[in-house]
């Protein structure tokens, strides 16, 4: 699991806690009290669905939550077997992939839901001889309902309209989806009333119902439904202020110092020429810019830690560099830098953690963007490099 080549680390990467992760999945499982639906969508926020789907195996998921098609195509070619959801509203055209994947897709139109299974007829007739061949299974499909996102599922004014469809059809599961789930405003539960008003419309229950994702697992603790879909608290960012469960940090960006170089007063850094040298200043580059992730809103607002110690960015984050004044603080090439998680100190002469940390929520909270933005932002031209996690 630990992939480790000599290069991964010398120019700047992003490292992944499993053992956290797997942690942090474990304490919402007891929490609720119900199996995980994870989401692992865009490729698990940034930091790898397949390395981050088989840590989560160990936790025995009910099944893997993914936006599209693509993403539960990748999750069984690395043989990943358990139930993937698809969430994104597919095309027809996606019908075919998706059924050859065994992938479940969240659907709310009659045109979708009679189209999804009268592929299993076409394929059957396709297969030869019906006594012969094993029946291939049943194609299974979620009913998505709108309980006030207004984004996808069927509207409960839809629901009479389906009936017929739903009584041939019948789902495996029914979910929807909370707004504002991290806000104690009765607003979940409100949507979670039309949910209950909507599945009395159904001609029968689904077997597997879920609406809860991370924030509102974390707020009301165990569920009344059949699966909880965490995403961002298993990659180690939780809801915040006084959150009774906080997820431990899985993600980390380092990178390396590449150059250095004294600027005398009035001279200035990088394009634009925001930063202006008040007196002589010591200037770090990093090899990491917003090709890579680390986004041009945290020129002269980011920070990173440096042996130690806080040290500001120095004007625009380029595309592949970024600077630091690091006046106050001993380095030299090759020492290592973090933007995002617990600093190292490299003139201590170990990779030994430090106290301070940049949280996902600080870094985004600098830059203006949400911690979602920030970690599904972070480039594939970053290395990852995974640590820990028990198979
Ligand atoms: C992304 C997503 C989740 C997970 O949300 P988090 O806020 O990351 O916990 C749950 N359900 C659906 C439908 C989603 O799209």
């Known amino acids: 699991m630990t992939r480790q080549l000599p290069n991964d680390t010398t120019r700047a990467w992003v490292e992944i806690d499993l053992g956290a992760l797997q942690h942090n999945g474990a304490a919402l499982a007891r929490l609720s009290g119900v199996p995980l639906?994870?989401?692992?969508?865009?490729?698990?926020?940034?930091?790898?669905?397949?390395?981050?789907?088989?840590?989560?195996?160990?936790?025995?998921?009910w099944g893997y939550g993914?936006?599209?098609?693509?993403?539960?195509?990748?999750?069984?070619?690395?043989?990943?077997?358990?139930?993937?959801?698809?969430?994104?509203?597919?095309?027809v055209d996606d019908f075919g992939n998706a059924r050859e994947a065994r992938l479940t897709p969240v659907l709310s139109s009659r045109t979708a839901i009679l189209k999804w299974m009268g592929q299993r007829a076409v394929l059957n007739t396709a297969a030869g001889p019906p006594l012969r061949t094993p029946?291939?299974?049943?194609?299974?499909?979620?009913?998505?309902?709108?309980?006030?996102?207004?984004?996808?599922?069927?509207?409960?004014?839809?629901?009479?309209?389906?009936?017929?469809?739903?009584?041939?059809?019948?789902?495996?599961?029914?979910?929807?989806?909370?707004?504002?789930?991290?806000?104690?405003?009765?607003?979940?539960e409100e949507q979670e009333r039309r949910f209950e008003q909507a599945l009395e419309q159904?001609?029968?229950?689904?077997?597997?119902?879920?609406?809860?994702?991370?924030?509102?697992?974390?707020?009301?603790?165990?569920?009344?439904?059949?699966?909880?879909r965490p995403g961002i608290f298993l990659y180690g960012v939780g809801s915040g202020d006084g959150a009774s469960v906080e997820p431990r940090?899985?993600?980390?960006?380092?990178?390396?110092?590449?150059?250095?170089?004294?600027?005398?007063?009035?001279?200035?850094?990088?394009?634009?020429?925001?930063?202006?040298?008040?007196?002589?200043?010591?200037?770090?580059?990093?090899?990491?810019?917003?090709?890579?992730?680390?986004?041009?809103?945290?020129?002269?607002?980011?920070?990173a830690l440096l042996n130690g110690k806080r040290v500001p960015v120095a004007g625009l984050v380029t595309m592949d560099m970024t600077m630091l004044d690091v006046t106050d603080v001993p380095c030299e090439i090759g020492d290592i830098a973090t933007l995002i998680g617990t600093g190292r100190n490299a003139r201590k002469g170990a990779t030994e953690p430090e106290s301070d940390v940049l949280t996902v929520e600080a870094v985004a909270r600098e830059a203006d963007m949400s911690p979602y933005e920030l970690l599904t932002g972070l480039r594939t031209r970053l290395p990852r490099v995974y640590r820990g996690g028990e198979a």
């Open 37 to 61: 639906l994870p989401m692992i969508k865009a490729d698990a926020y940034g930091l790898g669905a397949v390395p981050v789907a088989r840590a989560l195996e160990q936790l025995q998921p």
């Open 135 to 188: 029946q291939p299974p049943l194609p299974q499909y979620h009913l998505g309902i709108d309980t006030g996102m207004s984004r996808a599922g069927a509207r409960c004014s839809d629901l009479p309209g389906l009936r017929d469809v739903l009584e041939s059809f019948p789902p495996e599961g029914a979910c929807t989806h909370f707004h504002s789930s991290e806000r104690n405003d009765g607003s979940s």
């Open 202 to 228: 159904l001609p029968a229950i689904p077997p597997l119902l879920h609406c809860e994702n991370g924030a509102a697992i974390v707020r009301r603790q165990r569920s009344r439904w059949s699966l909880v």
């Open 66 to 91: 993914v936006a599209t098609t693509e993403e539960g195509m990748e999750l069984r070619d690395a043989g990943i077997e358990r139930s993937i959801l698809v969430f994104t509203p597919l095309l």
């Open 249 to 303: 940090p899985v993600a980390s960006v380092h990178a390396r110092l590449v150059d250095l170089r004294f600027v005398e007063a009035g001279e200035t850094v990088s394009y634009d020429a925001t930063y202006h040298a008040v007196g002589r200043r010591r200037i770090a580059t990093l090899a990491i810019g917003y090709a890579d992730g680390y986004r041009r809103a945290l020129s002269n607002r980011g920070s």
